[in-house]
T-cell receptor, first 113, second 110 residues
């Protein structure tokens, strides 16, 4: 299993500002992902965080808006840049173990005013 | 057609009832199937994997029907604590990225 922590757990931000979310895992994992979940909606994959190289973004998400860092196998950050109210959502860090089970962090609840 | 479709519900059942959810998937090359549970304001957690031969874990039974491209989750003797959203997750053989369904909401009442 994997235990994941995220910081901050929640935040209220002004439009036009940026927020960086941190994800820490208690063990080294190869696969690390960032998801977004809006109320009543399914999880939407933003990107796969690759250690030592640029993240792989899904359709509709770009690096300028959601820059991601992954300096090692236990840590990653996601930045939500130049925020607008439409970015209000829950952002979840996730990792996958060798058994294909995905574990999720507790999420970061973001409200943009 | 969405890759993974679920009836969002809510399914409102009394304690002790048996309830079943289905989830359909569009990619016939899908290889891995899972049910996750998400409590209100919490992160999703793996409930069980779904194998070709079916999978049973206590009151929960998951089955796969490849011919009709759906998976099911059966909950027997529902408990109040079973109230949650149940997410269907499917991964195709050509991708390491799973697709999450929107979830089915279950409410078990006294």
């Amino acid at each position: 299993s994997a235990v994941i922590s995220q910081k901050p757990s929640r935040d209220i931000c002004q439009r036009g500002t940026s927020l960086t979310i941190q994800c820490q895992v208690d063990s080294q994992v190869t696969m690390m992902f960032w998801y977004r979940q809006q109320p009543g909606q399914s999880l939407t994959l933003i990107a796969t965080a690759n250690q030592g190289s640029e993240a792989t973004y899904e359709s509709g998400f770009v690096i300028d808006k959601f820059p991601i860092s992954r300096p090692n196998l236990t840590f990653s950050t996601l930045t939500v840049s130049n925020m607008s109210p439409e970015d209000s959502s829950i952002y979840l860090c996730s990792v996958r173990t060798g058994q294909e089970t995905q574990y999720f962090g507790p999420g970061t609840r973001l409200l943009v005013l | 057609r969405k890759e993974v479709e679920q009836d969002p519900g809510p399914f409102n059942v009394p304690e002790g009832a048996t309830v079943a959810f289905n989830c359909t998937y569009s990619n016939s090359a899908s290889q891995s199937f899972f049910w996750y549970r998400q409590d209100c304001r919490k992160e999703p957690k793996l409930l069980m994997s779904v194998y070709s031969s079916g999978n049973e874990d206590g009151r929960f039974t998951a089955q796969l029907n490849r011919a009709s491209q759906y998976i099911s989750l059966l909950i027997r003797d529902s408990k109040l604590s079973d109230s949650a959203t149940y997410l269907c997750v499917v991964r195709s053989g050509g991708s390491y990225i799973p697709t999450f369904g929107r979830g089915t909401s279950l409410i078990v009442h006294p």
